[in-house]
């Protein structure tokens, strides 16, 4: 099982850049999928963004495409969610979480840990 803990969330103007970290951790993180989520007042926590370990494959929802990159530093096993060209619907609790496959990832109940707040001014 993984572990892990978001940082790095803040304030920011429409069009603005923050960049979101994701300390990961456990025996079976070479073999994981790390994505973020997000969910805002009112409405359901969603996907946001994922990264295989072994290969670095990626995959983003839609509505983040083009805007967030998400990427890993293998030495400090760390997770990164680049957000570029924020907008005020960005705005979100961001939460971190690692599981065996995306489908998992996904679709599986989980605790979740405290999450890292962004908020985008128009």
């Known amino acids: 099982q993984v572990q892990t803990v978001e940082s790095g969330g803040g304030l920011v103007q429409a069009g603005g850049s923050l960049r979101l970290s994701c300390a990961a951790s456990?025996?079976?993180?070479?073999?994981?999928?790390v994505g973020w989520f997000r969910q805002a007042p009112g409405k359901e926590r969603g996907f946001v963004a994922a990264i295989r370990w072994s290969d670095g494959n990626r995959s983003y929802a839609d509505s983040v495409k083009g805007r967030f990159t998400i990427s890993k530093d293998n030495a400090k096993n760390t997770v990164y969610l680049q957000m570029d060209n924020l907008k005020p619907e960005d705005t979100a609790v961001y939460y971190c979480?690692?599981?065996?496959?995306?489908?998992?990832?996904?679709?599986?109940?989980?605790?979740w840990g405290q999450g890292t707040q962004v908020t985008v001014s128009s």
């Open positions: 979480a690692a599981d065996l496959s995306i489908q998992a990832l996904t679709r599986t109940p989980r605790s």
């Open positions: 456990g025996r079976t993180l070479g073999r994981s999928v």
